[in-house]
């Protein structure tokens, strides 16, 4: 079962840009969809992002569109979210997941589950 752990949360000014990471502990991460999710206090989770394994196909939530980027590295077993211009309703505890469907991150049922990493915007 894959294993995954989240980094790189912390204080951001609107407008500024922060890279959050999610290292993935399993020989077969390439097989991976990977992806992000995040929950905001007092809302339920929330679909941010997810790449299939080749990292061709990349999909995002609207309210991040433009502004979030998602990429991986299979070599390095990680995925990273760099997220610019963040706003103060981007605060939230981001959440790294994997599945070998990618539909599953987007319905906010994947397999596998980071601890979060926490985000906050400051206006």
Known sequence: QVQLVESGGGLVQAGGSLRLSCAASTNT??????GWVRQAPGKEREFVAAAKWSGSSTHYADSVKGRFTMSRDNAKNTVYLQMNSPKPDDTAVYYCAGDLKLHNIV???AEAWGQGTQVTVSS
Do not use: K, V
């Open 107 to 109: 319905i906010l049922a």
């Open 29 to 34: 991460f390439s097989s991976y969809a990977m």
